[in-house]
């Protein structure tokens, strides 16, 4: 069964950077694709970025792209999330999820989702 766990949030200033790191547990077959997402109050949850080991393809949301970066260290288990020049609105809590083979911006289509890992971007 699939297993995830977020860590690597905290409190930043605009401008600043934070790596996330989603570790899994059999996620990172090379049939897997991972997905960061993240939630605001009383926000729905939103697709950032994705990547697939089943074709090394990686995606980003207009909103992140140039300023977030996702990579893997499949012998680590883990898929990370580099962010950069962060924001006040990139205030949220952030997940990483599951499916199979390709990515997908679609919330619904993940089958399993960590329990998340607080962002706050604040002066």
């Known amino acids: 069964q699939v297993q995830l766990v977020e860590s690597g949030g905290g409190l930043v200033q605009p401008g600043g950077s934070l790596r996330l790191s989603c570790a899994g547990s059999?996620?990172?077959?090379?049939?897997?694709?991972i997905g960061w997402f993240r939630q605001a109050p009383g926000k729905e949850r939103e697709g950032l970025s994705c990547i697939s080991r089943r074709d090394g393809r990686r995606y980003y949301a207009d909103s992140v792209k140039g300023r977030f970066t996702i990579s893997a260290d499949y012998a680590k288990r883990t898929v990370y999330l580099q962010m950069d020049s962060l924001k006040p609105e990139d205030t949220a809590v952030y997940y990483c999820?599951?499916?199979?083979?390709?990515?997908?911006?679609?919330?619904?289509?993940?089958?399993?989702w960590g329990q998340g890992t607080q962002v706050a971007v604040s002066s």
């Open positions: 059999t996620a990172f077959l090379d049939d897997a694709a």
């Open positions: 999820g599951w499916r199979m083979n390709w990515c997908s911006d679609s919330r619904s289509s993940y089958h399993i």
